[in-house]
Nanobody, 113 residues
Framework: QLQLVESGGGLVQPGGSLRLSCAASGFTLDYFAMGWFRQAPGKEREGVLC????????TYADSVKGRFTTSRDNAKKVVYLQMNSLKPEDTAAYICNLGGTYWGQGTQVTVSS
């Protein structure tokens, strides 16, 4: 069964950090670029970053550059999103995407004091 499952979300104070994971099953991860998106209530889904199939190339949205990083372990079929210096405006459901086609259900990140 093809499935993407995000985890690691939660409530964090401004300036804090979280590490999200996206676990894939039913896929050979090596062949696919992966992306992280986010969607806040009442807002459109926006791209946060993407990482190439090998992990050698990454692209970040300006809003997260210098604060978020991503990595992947193709053998474990997991993609990670390390979020540092979190801001209230980072509050959203974070959703991973595989190959531009498959979506996970998302994990909620809330940044609030």
């Amino acid at each position: 069964q093809l499935q993407l499952v995000e985890s690691g979300g939660g409530l964090v104070q401004p300036g804090g950090s979280l590490r999200l994971s996206c676990a894939a099953s039913g896929f050979t991860l090596d062949y696919f670029a992966m992306g992280w998106f986010r969607q806040a209530p009442g807002k459109e889904r926006e791209g946060v970053l993407c990482i190439s199939s090998s992990g050698s190339s990454t692209t970040y949205a300006d809003s997260v550059k210098g604060r978020f990083t991503t990595s992947r372990d193709n053998a474990k079929k997991v993609v990670y999103l390390q979020m540092n210096s979190l801001k209230p405006e980072d509050t959203a459901a974070y959703i991973c995407n595989l190959g531009g086609t498959y979506w996970g259900q998302g994990t909620q990140v809330t940044v609030s004091s």
